[in-house]
């Protein structure tokens, strides 16, 4: 995302905890920078990251945070940011990392309209697919939504393949059947023949971060106080799935997990 955002001719600053980036700090990536931009692990690294860099920004920047985080907690970040005079924007993705390679990301954005449209510029370099789909926090909550529906239903296409396995059926063929089919999703297409199939299971997406989502999902669901009895039941099984798995482990090795269960 960075390289392109380069590549478009944005003047660019940016920094790590990994040590990569061209600057020292947080704090002098964002120094007199228009936009400062957070891609991070969750919210707590967001709140920290950000009110380091918040006094260094210019006049008139405006922070875009593309991680996944709780919308409540992004609204509470948003508060603190406006008494300085520093709006937010939350921006988080999808599409993997091709789409972020390929610059065609689907980028949900929630914020004040007029924030927004002032950093489209900036987003349209990263993705060719963007939605402002309401005030700040809703871009994280529907990310939060969109990848619970993305955790469901990579459990249910691996109990699926698991069970045509068991019966006898060909794995390639069931997947080439299933999209064609109304069973068609993101783990029939990509997951299973790209992950699953070759062994790898490195998509690049770690079994913790998609729990985390599905845990965020979760609790807004419940601050709503709306029943959500299967999103329960999903959490559940990730949470087992990352108990068991090993520190680090890829989301598509949820396919271990479960394989495991039917062994005991």
């Given at each position: 995302?960075?390289?392109?955002?380069?590549?478009a001719?944005?003047?660019l600053?940016?920094?790590d905890l990994?040590?990569?980036g061209?600057?020292?700090?947080?704090?002098e990536?964002?120094?007199?920078?228009?936009?400062?931009?957070?891609?991070?692990?969750?919210?707590?690294?967001?709140r920290?990251?950000v009110?380091?860099?918040?006094?260094?920004l210019?006049?008139?920047a405006i922070?875009?945070?593309?991680s996944?985080?709780?919308?409540?907690?992004?609204?509470?970040l948003?508060?603190k940011?406006?008494?300085?005079g520093i709006?937010?924007?939350?921006?988080?993705?999808s599409?993997a990392?091709?789409?972020?390679r390929d610059?065609?990301l689907?980028?949900?954005?929630?914020?004040?309209?007029r924030?927004?449209?002032e950093v489209r510029?900036l987003?349209e370099?990263l993705?060719d697919?963007?939605?402002?789909?309401?005030?700040?926090?809703?871009?994280?909550?529907?990310?939060?939504l969109n990848?619970?529906i993305g955790?469901?239903?990579?459990?249910?296409?691996?109990e699926?393949?698991?069970i045509?396995?068991?019966?006898?059926?060909?794995?390639?063929?069931?997947?080439?059947?299933f999209?064609?089919s109304?069973g068609c999703?993101s783990?029939?297409?990509?997951?299973?023949?790209?992950?699953?199939?070759?062994?790898?299971?490195a998509?690049g997406?770690?079994?913790?971060l998609?729990?985390?989502d599905v845990?965020?999902?979760a609790?807004?669901a419940?601050?709503?106080?709306?029943?959500?009895?299967?999103l329960g039941?999903?959490l559940?099984i990730w949470?087992?799935?990352?108990a068991?798995l090993p520190?680090g482990?890829?989301?598509?090795?949820?396919?271990?997990?479960?394989?495991?269960t039917r062994?005991?």
């Open positions: 995302m960075a390289a392109n955002l380069e590549k001719g944005f003047a600053r940016s920094y990994n040590g990569s061209n600057c020292k700090s947080g704090a990536a964002a120094e007199g920078a228009d936009v400062l931009v957070t891609m991070l692990p969750d919210g707590k690294a967001v920290k990251a009110l380091a860099a918040a006094a260094k210019k006049k008139g922070v875009v945070d593309m996944s985080c709780d919308p409540l907690d992004t609204r509470e948003a508060m940011l406006s008494e300085r709006p937010l924007v939350d921006a988080p993705v599409g990392k091709t789409g972020a610059a065609r689907c980028i949900m954005a929630g914020g004040d309209k924030s927004f449209d510029p987003l370099k993705g697919k963007i939605f402002h789909v309401g005030p700040v926090g809703a871009g994280h909550a529907i990310k939060a990848n619970y955790a469901s239903g990579t459990i249910a296409a691996f699926a393949l698991l045509g396995r068991a019966f006898g059926l060909d794995a390639a063929l069931m997947v080439e059947v999209n064609a109304t999703n783990t029939t297409q990509r997951k299973i023949p790209q992950q699953v199939l070759t062994k790898q299971f998509s997406f770690s079994a913790a998609m729990t985390k845990g965020i999902a609790r807004l419940h601050s709503k106080r709306v029943p959500a009895k299967y039941t999903t559940k949470k087992a799935a990352l068991n520190k482990a890829d989301h598509t090795e949820m396919y271990k997990y479960l394989e495991s062994r005991t």
